[in-house]
């Protein structure tokens, strides 16, 4: 699976947006971009997950490169509760060899 | 969405005691599941995947003997950290992979803490 790269920490104010950004420069054709979050103490919590087209939920909105060697994961409204390390993971999706491989993340410091 | 239980939340045992943590997708069936450990400060490690039925598949440098994993049905997969000592308090997360059109998705357990005294 392609190898990410994250920034290790970032801030944000309380209601502005959080864009959290991804290079995958080595992904390949099959290969889906996934975010997840970690809360302190607690299990990862899939955000959302993207091939080629950019991607919304109630959570965020994933933005993905047309050359797909990049990715932004966007927070409109942060909150304190979005604080968090946000992991970028590429992965064939559906393969047999299917498995996450976690870096070590972005931690999301949102400041009142 | 979709919920993955993990049971029990922590777990404190004697050093060479076993230990059992379960792991259930409550409103969907998986076929498998995957168990991590993280060590404080340190991302997840994958340990091992489950599959419903079969043998688990360990990561290099997991003791299958030490960490058994049972997946016998689509719902539940335990692990079981046999004689655990000191070194094996850790933080153990479960997944559930869940399968569906555009691509599939791994779902997380709480957790499970344990601390071997």
């Known amino acids: 699976d392609a190898k990410t790269t994250q920034p290790t920490s970032m801030d944000c104010a309380e209601g502005r947006a959080a864009n959290l950004p991804c290079n995958h420069s080595?992904?390949?054709?099959?290969?889906?971009v996934y975010w997840y979050r970690q809360i302190h103490s607690q299990g990862p919590q899939y955000i959302i997950h993207?091939?080629?087209n950019n991607e919304t939920n109630e959570m965020a909105s994933l933005i993905i490169t047309e050359d797909r060697k990049s990715s932004t994961l966007i927070l409109p409204h942060a909150t304190l509760r979005d604080t968090a390390v946000y992991y970028c993971?590429?992965?064939?999706?559906?393969?047999?060899?299917?498995?996450?491989?976690f870096g070590k993340g972005t931690l999301l410091t949102v400041n009142p | 969405g979709a919920v993955v239980s993990q049971h029990p939340s922590w777990v404190i045992c004697k050093s060479g005691t076993s230990v059992k943590i379960e792991c259930r997708s409550l409103?969907?069936?998986?076929?498998?599941m995957f168990w991590y450990r993280q060590f404080p400060k340190q991302s997840l490690m994958l340990m091992a995947t489950?599959?419903?039925?079969?043998?688990?598949?360990?990561e290099q440098g997991v003791e299958k003997d030490k960490f058994l994993i049972n997946h016998a049905s689509l719902t539940l997969s335990t692990l079981t950290v046999t004689s655990a000592h000191p070194e094996d308090s850790s933080f153990y997360i479960c997944?559930?992979?869940?399968?569906?059109?555009?691509?599939?998705?791994?779902?997380f357990g709480p957790g499970t803490r344990l601390l071997v005294l």
């Open positions: 997944s559930a992979r869940k399968t569906r059109t555009g691509g599939e998705t791994q779902y």
């Open positions: 080595t992904i390949s054709g099959n290969e889906y």
């Open positions: 993207g091939l080629k």
């Open positions: 993971i590429v992965v064939n999706s559906g393969g047999s060899n299917y498995k996450l491989t």
């Open positions: 409103d969907f069936q998986a076929t498998t």
């Open positions: 489950s599959n419903e039925g079969s043998k688990a598949t360990y």
